[in-house]
Nanobody, 118 residues
């Protein structure tokens, strides 16, 4: 059974930082592209950041470039999202995603709420 379990969300003031974690089980983690997506109320889910299987390639949404950093630890089957200089518009539910195009696999976590407010 595949599980992606996010943690690290919460309430933070503007300008603050949070670090999200996503622990994966039930997959060969190092063969999956891992991503973080977010969905704000009334909006579509959007890609925040994505990292290749070995970690050498990373992509970011324009809105988070220079503020967020995605990383992964294949030995611990975990992907991280370090979020700095948070803004109220970063408020959303953040979802972890694991994708293996060759296997046609696409898995999602349950989401973790991030609220940026004073």
């Amino acid at each position: 059974q595949v599980q992606l379990v996010e943690s690290g969300g919460g309430l933070v003031q503007p300008g603050g930082s949070l670090r999200l974690s996503c622990a994966a089980s039930g997959i060969i983690f190092s063969t999956y592209v891992m991503g973080w997506y977010r969905q704000a109320p009334g909006k579509q889910r959007e890609l925040v950041a994505r990292i290749s299987q070995g970690g050498s390639s990373r992509n970011y949404a324009d809105s988070v470039k220079g503020r967020f950093t995605i990383s992964r630890d294949n030995a611990k089957n975990t992907v991280f999202l370090q979020m700095n200089s948070l803004k109220p518009e970063d408020t959303a539910v953040y979802y972890c995603n694991a994708r293996n195009v060759g296997l046609d696999d696409d898995y999602w976590g349950q989401g973790t709420q991030v609220t940026v407010s004073s």
